[in-house]
């Protein structure tokens, strides 16, 4: 059975740093891009950053966190980090990882959504 787990969420304060961790298994890792999406309360899930290709070569970032969130991939883990630097109160919000059998491109471009989600991971940042 294909599993997605965030690990990492928590409380910090206004220009700390988080590490958020997806871990997979139950389908071919290698074979899929993984994406992080957030939701804030009362608004629509949106995806912020995106890994895929051939060594996860490509990386897209959202433009509210270009330069202050970078993602990476553990391979012996199966896992996909997002590190979070610099937080404002804005990143406040549940964070989401999925995996697709497309890629990057296609989930920016919301012609594909994932085929699997984790449960989320809560990152509340107080200024």
């Known amino acids: 059975e294909a599993e997605l787990v965030e690990s990492g969420g928590g409380l910090v304060e206004a220009g700390q740093s988080l590490r958020l961790s997806c871990t997979g298994s139950?389908?071919?890792?290698?074979?899929?891009?993984i994406a992080w999406f957030r939701q804030r309360p009362g608004e629509k899930r949106q995806i912020i950053s995106c890994i895929s290709g051939f060594g996860r070569s490509e990386k897209k970032y959202a433009a509210s966190v270009k330069g202050r969130f970078t993602i990476s991939e553990d391979h012996a883990k199966n896992a996909v980090n997002l590190q979070m630097d610099r937080l404002k109160s804005e990143d406040t919000a549940t964070y989401y990882c999925?995996?697709?059998?497309?890629?990057?491109?296609?989930?920016?471009?919301?012609?594909?959504?994932?085929?699997?989600w984790g449960k989320g991971a809560l990152v509340t940042v107080s200024s």
């Open positions: 999925g995996a697709t059998e497309y890629n990057c491109v296609g989930l920016w471009s919301s012609l594909a959504t994932p085929r699997y």
């Open positions: 139950g389908f071919p890792w290698n074979d899929y891009a």
